[in-house]
């Protein structure tokens, strides 16, 4: 069956960096990109953007330009999320999101909660 | 490019019908069928119900049900049950491979 699990929650001081991790089974890695997913406490989620998970080609969300970054090992068909300069407003849950047919996304992870504190 | 509109709150009680709206552009709700719809419970990773405005995934009950007209699209859900209390969102691809959320819906079973 589908899996996507993602790394454990993180707490960081403002201005250190985070990588999130998100471990596919279950399916061909490659034939599906990956998307990831923002959701403040108590707020609706946010498209940050997605990454081809044949190339390895990033594409961002206005706003998640500059100290986002995506990035793959498919020898463990795995996708990452580096944030850098670690603000407060980055404290969030982050999700991964495989990409049915690039509109909709049929399997998620369980999230990852990054919390920035000063 | 904004958030696709919702309503921030709705209400039923068992067994009614409610419908959660979408509301949003020319260049993404009302220009691709590729709406979908998502539920998610407290604490939870969200969950696909409707996809391409009105498709449901495997597994996704009859009682949801989606549609679209213009730039507004809706969710339906009948026979409303407990556990259907949770937020749903929507999303609409809005061109150059990107894609929108609305702001989230809560919805109370009361």
Known sequence: QVQLVQSGSELKKSGASVKVSCKASGYTFSSHAMNWVRQAPGQGLEWMGWIDTNTGNPTYAQGFRGRFVFSLD??????YLQITSLKAEDT???YCARDRSGSHFDYWGQGTLVTVSS | QS???QPASVSGSPGQSIAISCTGTSSDVGAYNYVSWYQQHPGKAPKLLIFDVSNRPSGVSDR???SK???TASLTISGL???DEADYYCSSYASSNTLLFGGGTKLTVL
């Open chain 2, 3 to 5: 958030a696709l509109t």
């Open chain 2, 64 to 66: 949801f049900s989606g």
């Open chain 2, 69 to 71: 007209s213009g730039n």
């Open chain 1, 74 to 79: 498919t020898s463990v068909s795995t996708a």
């Open chain 1, 92 to 94: 969030a849950v982050y």
């Open chain 2, 81 to 83: 049950q407990a556990e």
